[in-house]
């Protein structure tokens, strides 16, 4: 009799990291697998999955994810956790609400408890014991689980499923979604039997900001990126003539930041534009405009032609009064159009995207903006600058495989030098994929897919 295997899937980049990259294929292979999704997204999930050994369960716990109790401790938690992001939330806090006493309290509560080891994971049982509804207990009845695979260890939903794994004895192991969350997201408030991280930068960020110990700890790479090894691009005649593009040129995808992080992701669009009109970049090339699939972007400002091409593909739409993500799926038509999109530009140019490890996966030459268009005295927080202090950003930064673009001037300078040099910095490129994504031997999905299946 196979074992099962509760598998969580409540954010849209676990259906391309997770269930799209092959981790759902080795499982299904030794055992019967449970996908926990949110109620309105069950029926899409059953018609893509659902088969003999996939069960696919809808579950409504947001309420419980939004009580006053939890939101409680989202907040210590985030207190308990002393890195740059946290100082800059506080900031925020302290400009949106004017509270003065709450901003003060804060900063001492974190100065002083995220010190204390025996506090932190007294909160930490102390979140168990008093916050744990168990909204999954006729599951666990039902299903009879031998192990728990929770994808995003920082989501409040993966903690409930956690929790309720943990008070009825089934073995847990949980896995870290993305590259930020160690630093950004909060103290950990959940220590799994084993935890699946990407790299050997993201094993030690554990222990030293969550206390969470080496040993459970193991090392996988990035499945979703692997998957580039055995991905075929699309006809260069098919892919241009989709995305309206001249065959004759090249391609200079760039990536804006979104409304979540500045506002003035248009002006450098007109920068670029100015560029190629006067003339100080090569005519042979059109940029690709590649808006984030949830994070919206507004460019109402910016006139788009045939030569600079805004592509919405899988892109979250820009509302005024809507500055975060929205829902949607990262299916497999999106992760062949990324990566047609990719393999065809000649230059990436980033601004705060993870499309960096994309562009270092497929050895592409990448720039990243770090000026906000034209202004001037631009407010700390509403800059690029704000967000290279974060810490993950600290560390890609410090690999040297991307220069920091201050103006319009060294963005000329940059965008000549790769495009007469696409293997400039090529050997830094490889350096850092070889940090972030491991051995990056196509292995990843195989490696998690054991690491859970070797609990049951």
Not at 355 to 382: M, R, S
Request: charge should be positive.
């Amino acid at each position: 009799m196979k074992p099962v295997v509760f598998l969580s899937n409540f954010h849209p980049f676990i259906t391309k990291n997770v269930l799209n990259s092959g981790v759902l294929n080795f499982l299904l292979n030794r055992a019967d697998v449970i996908i926990f999704v949110s109620k309105n997204d069950e029926r899409y999930f059953k018609e893509l999955y659902q088969k003999n050994n996939v069960t696919v369960e809808g579950i409504d716990i947001g309420h419980l994810a939004r009580s006053r109790k939890n939101k409680l401790f989202i907040r210590i938690a985030d207190w308990l956790l002393d890195t740059n992001v946290g100082r800059f939330r506080k900031i925020e806090n302290l400009e949106r609400t004017g509270d003065k006493i709450k901003y003060f309290f804060s900063l001492i509560f974190t100065r002083f408890f995220s010190r204390i080891k025996p506090f932190k994971r007294f909160i930490r049982e102390l979140d168990y014991q008093i916050n744990n509804p168990r909204p999954f207990e006729l599951f666990f009845s039902k299903y009879k689980p031998s192990v728990v695979f929770a994808t995003d260890i920082f989501s409040d939903y993966d903690l409930l499923l956690l929790k309720n794994a943990r008070s009825f004895g089934v073995k847990t192991v949980a896995m870290v979604r993305s590259w930020d969350n160690t630093t950004g997201w909060g103290y950990a408030r959940f220590a799994p039997d084993k935890l699946i991280v990407h790299n050997e930068i993201m094993k030690a960020e554990m222990p030293k900001y969550h206390d969470i110990s080496e040993k459970i700890i193991q090392i996988s790479g990035i499945p979703q990126f692997e998957q580039y090894l055995k991905m075929k691009p699309t006809s260069r005649e098919e892919f241009y003539n989709k995305i309206g593009a001249d065959i004759n040129k090249r391609l200079v995808l760039f990536a804006p930041a979104g409304n979540f992080f500045i506002d003035t992701d248009w002006q450098i669009c007109q920068i670029l534009k100015d560029l190629y009109y006067e003339d100080k970049i090569p005519k042979d090339i059109q940029f690709i405009i590649r808006l984030h699939p949830f994070l919206p972007v507004d460019l109402s400002q910016f006139k788009p032609d045939e030569n600079f091409i805004i592509d919405i593909t899988g892109s979250a739409l820009f509302k005024p009064t809507l500055n975060t993500k929205t829902g949607g799926e990262l299916d497999k038509e999106f992760l062949q159009h990324l990566f047609d999109s990719l393999h065809y530009s000649s230059l990436v140019i980033n601004t705060i995207s993870s499309i960096i490890i994309d562009a270092a996966a497929l050895d592409k030459p990448l720039i990243t903006v770090n000026f906000n268009g034209w202004e001037k005295d631009v407010p700390v927080l509403k800059s690029l600058k704000r967000w290279r202090l974060a810490e993950n950003q600290i560390s890609w930064m410090s690999f040297g495989m991307t220069p920091l673009i201050e103006n319009k001037e060294e963005l000329v300078e940059w965008i000549n030098k790769y495009l007469n040099n696409p293997a400039l910095d090529s050997d830094k490129r490889k350096i850092f994929k070889q940090a972030y994504c491991g051995n990056y031997d196509g292995r990843s999905a195989e490696r998690i897919a054991s690491f859970v299946l070797d609990q049951t």
